[in-house]
């Protein structure tokens, strides 16, 4: 900052020199040094900058601009490509599997491409985590209704081949009322390893858990590449919220008011049932 006199008009000024942030020309901004009643600080404020420099920096920065968006637009073509690709065709192996019916089918070709699913990792003889996974997963199925079979697709792959054939699937489905639109799936061990690697459904520390495994459930959407991680022994209505935020779902069903909620009478017994039991029982004794 500084003081002159301007030869031309006799005027003491203040003069503000500042230099931008990018080194363009500089800005002198001019005004008026007034002090009391003096006659000098009546006259107008008069503001100066400089056009030269005022022009070139808003042509640098439309062409910064420019610049800007056009890579803003091959980032977004890019990343809807790439994620189109990565968890697709090229990156899952397409193993044969075989479902509790018996049928042949491929996991990508004929399980996942084009279609929404939910895949996690059980075997029969677990008596920890999967009767609980499974009996969850029955409830979410319970739930989604008309969905099974159209908007998604269940998923649930033995981690003990040898043992899971498909009539010890078969069976085993009966018992948690597996419906249509889930299929219990089995096939080559070292195939159900690589498959299950390539998912995220298996850990180097599931050797040294109880079940051999983690209650993961995989959510994907195999139209745009993006796959999700859950528990597969959540909340049952939180799961499937989850899963109709995740793939998009518009629910037109109108809900009820919590003022329409019948008043609560549950008794000691049926409080235990249901909070401890009801995942994997019924009140007939059939697990």
Known sequence: MAFHVDSEVGVLQQVIVHRPLLAFDEVEVIF?????????????????????????????WKAML??????????????????????????????????????????????????NVAVNVVYTSCRDECPLETARMAEVQRLLGDRMGKDIFFLSISIDPEKDTPQVLKAYTGKFGV?????????????????????????????FSKDGHASSLM???????????????????????????????????PTQSYAQARPLDIGRAQFTFESRCASCHTASGRT
């Open 32 to 60: 008026p040094y007034t002090q009391g009643n003096d006659v000098h600080g009546a006259r107008s404020a008069v503001a100066t900058i400089s056009a030269s420099w005022l022009l070139i920096a808003l042509l640098r």
């Open 66 to 115: 420019k610049t800007l968006l056009a890579a803003t637009a091959v980032a977004l073509s890019f990343h809807g490509a790439f994620a189109a690709t990565k968890w697709g065709a090229d990156y899952f192996p397409d193993i044969v599997l075989t479902t509790q019916d018996g049928a042949k089918v491929r996991f990508y070709e004929d399980l996942v491409k084009g279609k």
């Open 179 to 207: 419906g249509p639109g889930w299929l219990f799936l089995t096939g080559k061990k070292d195939d159900i390893k690589a498959l299950t690697r390539k998912l995220g459904l298996s850990r180097t520390s599931d050797a």
């Open 219 to 253: 959510l994907g959407n195999d139209a745009n590449g993006q796959w999700m991680r859950n528990s597969a022994v959540d909340n049952p209505r939180f799961l499937a919220a989850t899963m109709a935020g995740f793939f998009g779902w518009k629910d037109v069903q």
